[in-house]
């Protein structure tokens, strides 16, 4: 494929965050020429037994920024996570930034506002959000300019962010021993997922790809940076030339063996909103569990 934004001379530094409680990798990628940067996949806390929520995880990410005197401009989701919840409202308090998303995130707003009874004060449309992202949208992060990829399958809304010679996949694609993402949400699709990483993996060989979630298989260490090649050669789901329809097969058995993450319940209510916990009719915050919804 052809990627027009492509820039493979341009180095962005990343860090990434691992947060042990949900497996999720959190990164902040600074322009190499000045002290402009992005969040991506922030991660809240929550002790869903308890209904608290703490913000160690976000701090962690605040307190690097301030440390090296660095500029938030952007705040960027690669889909609605269904797996954490998102810190974004909190960090863009503390320190700015925008939030972005891909903009199929109305579809995901309406299958979920759906299941969770969400009435007419839901709006569907986005909003919540600074920027929605259609496929091959570009914007800037000081003098670097990131492009997307709609890599939908998982989600609807799903996008792999590309900025200079580093990718950020999100959930599309894991490490090469983890394979890649369940397909079997409302929305998702396991061909379209496999047809989503083919377009990711026309990317450069060369070209650094980081995950959003890893599991260290086999019981190695956790990891989080892979590059496009490699994936290519040898991710368990897709490499070494297997076939769209083979791909298809596995996922679908496999996703039916698969429960459903701890946190899908409250991350799916939280996220579909750009971060922001829902309030009942008093005004308090409050979750619901829709009973056999799911």
Known sequence: M????LNMSVAPQVEGFFDPASNTISYIVKDPASDACTIIDSV????YAAGRISYDSADRLIDAIRERGLS?????????????????????????????????IVEVQRDFGKIFNEGTEFQRDGSQFDALFEDGD??????????????????????????GNAAFAGD???????????????GGDAGELYDSIQK??????????????????GGRAVAWETTIGRQRADNIHVGGGKTREDFIKFRSERDAQLSMPK???????????????PRDESGALMLKVPINGL
């Not at 570009?138 to 900025?163: K, N, Q």
């Not at 990711?200 to 298989?217: A, K, Q």
């Open 138 to 163: 570009t914007y800037t992060i000081g003098s670097m300019t990131a492009f997307v990829i709609a890599s939908p399958g998982h989600t609807p809304a799903c996008m792999v962010h590309v900025v």
């Open 72 to 104: 938030l401009e952007w705040i960027i989701e690669t889909h609605v996570h269904a797996d954490h919840l998102s810190a974004a409202p909190y960090i863009q308090q503390k320190l700015g930034g925008k939030t972005g998303v891909g903009a199929r």
């Open 172 to 186: 599309t694609l894991f490490m090469p021993d983890g394979g890649s993402a369940r397909a079997d949400f409302p």
């Open 200 to 217: 990711v993996l026309s990317l450069p060989d060369e070209m650094r790809l980081f995950i959003c979630h890893d599991y260290g298989p």
């Open 44 to 47: 809240l806390d929550i002790d």
């Open 2 to 5: 052809d990627f027009p934004a």
């Open 263 to 277: 946190l899908i319940i409250p991350s799916l209510q939280v996220n579909m909103r750009a971060g922001k916990i």
